[in-house]
């Protein structure tokens, strides 16, 4: 694993649910006396029997307010409760990271001739001036790909000291890298083991100065397999992608040698599944992002909930955009930033699945 290097600031969270009320009338009526005295004055017992039964009866009026709001409260708690565990359930999976490049058709040429990928599709959107193409090993439905933008004449942009690299797994890393080294790719890491481990790596770029792990490893359903961020407080992300996000924490790994620790989260296996790699350098709070690396977008079956979660995990991270249908194309997202100010976008699966017919 390579040397890491220099995030912002954690954002508070958002209120969580308003709490529900049944709200009972604290207004008690007496019925009409059955007998008519006109002249003689209630006696003394009497009016005390009144009086001690509209403070029964206002005192009853209480009890059952203050029981209303407990179980308003109490049935809060457990819509709270079954929101957090839906997360667990939802059928979650990662789809695409975006980021920004300054020649799109040199950037397909790279990827396809050098990394192996395919061309999946392009959009152009003239009326916003950019033009997107999605590219990876396998269909947009069952697998993890790359989106990449490309703004009418913006030819460069800062990748910034946060963002760390993309991870591809390949078969034979040496014959890999020769054919990336002939056409003219720029290798920054000959293949060797990892330090500290056994798997054997290298590092390349691409023509905009993105960074690709290469891993050794056997056929993978998932080549694309990581997506490398560096965070300010390793145990605050944790915290937040398992309860906010429902991912799993599959391993750490510290490195005092060289200062810096990481950890593997995702919705499935390492070797089958695309993961986050987080990496905290030591006494490294802070990174700036530049303006390359945009956005991961995570399939979720309901964008409303998904908001919910995000709110009431409690672990920090700021919803961005609330959910709902996009205007035009009726795809019902969500966006949010993590403890750091990393950019997710929840998109629903049937609307995603919509959009790829």
Not at 55 to 66: G, K, P, Y
Not at 143 to 150: A, D, G, K, S
Not at 295 to 307: E, L, M, N, P, R
Not at 318 to 323: L, V
Request: include cysteine; charged fraction near 25%.
């Amino acid at each position: 694993m390579l040397r890491v290097i220099p995030i912002p600031m954690a954002s508070s969270l958002r209120p969580s649910l308003t709490l529900s009320s049944f709200p009972f009338s604290s207004r008690s009526s007496l019925s009409p006396s059955l007998f008519h005295l006109p002249k003689s004055p209630a006696p003394r017992s009497h009016s005390f029997g009144l009086k001690a039964a509209r403070l029964f009866r206002q005192d009853a009026t209480r009890m059952r307010v203050m029981a209303t709001g407990n179980v308003s409260q109490a049935s809060t708690a457990a819509s709270s409760e079954n929101i957090l565990e839906w997360v667990k359930q939802d059928k979650r999976r990662l789809l695409h990271v975006v980021y920004r490049v300054g020649d799109l058709d040199r950037t397909i040429k790279f990827y396809t001739e050098c990394l192996g990928m395919k061309l999946l599709r392009k959009r152009d959107i003239p009326e916003e001036k950019y033009t997107n193409a999605f590219l990876g090993y396998g269909p947009e439905d069952s697998h993890f790909v790359i989106e990449l933008t490309y703004n009418y004449g913006v030819d460069k942009y800062d990748i910034g000291s946060g963002f760390g690299h993309f991870g591809i797994a390949v078969d034979d890393i040496a014959k890999t890298v020769e054919l990336i080294r002939a056409k003219g790719g720029k290798i920054t890491r000959e293949p060797g083991p990892v330090k500290g481990g056994n798997t054997v790596i290298a590092f390349i770029e691409d023509p905009d100065g993105y960074k690709f792990e290469l891993l050794e490893r056997g056929p993978s359903p998932e080549p694309l397999c990581q997506v490398m961020l560096r965070v300010g407080d390793l145990n605050r992300s944790i915290a937040f992608y398992e309860k906010a996000f429902g991912m799993e924490l599959l391993r750490t790994r510290d490195n005092p040698e060289y200062k810096y620790t990481i950890a593997m989260l995702g919705y499935g296996p390492e070797d089958k599944s695309v993961v986050l790699e987080l990496t905290y350098n030591y006494g490294v709070t802070e990174y700036d992002k530049g303006n390359a690396y945009a956005q991961i977008a995570i399939g979720t079956d309901d964008v409303y909930k998904t908001a919910e979660v995000i709110k009431l995990a409690g672990v920090g991270g700021k919803i961005t955009r609330e959910p709902g249908p996009i205007p035009g194309i009726n795809t019902k997202i969500t966006a949010c930033l993590d403890p750091d100010g990393w950019k997710t976008v929840f998109v629903d699966n049937v609307d995603f699945l919509k959009e790829l017919e």
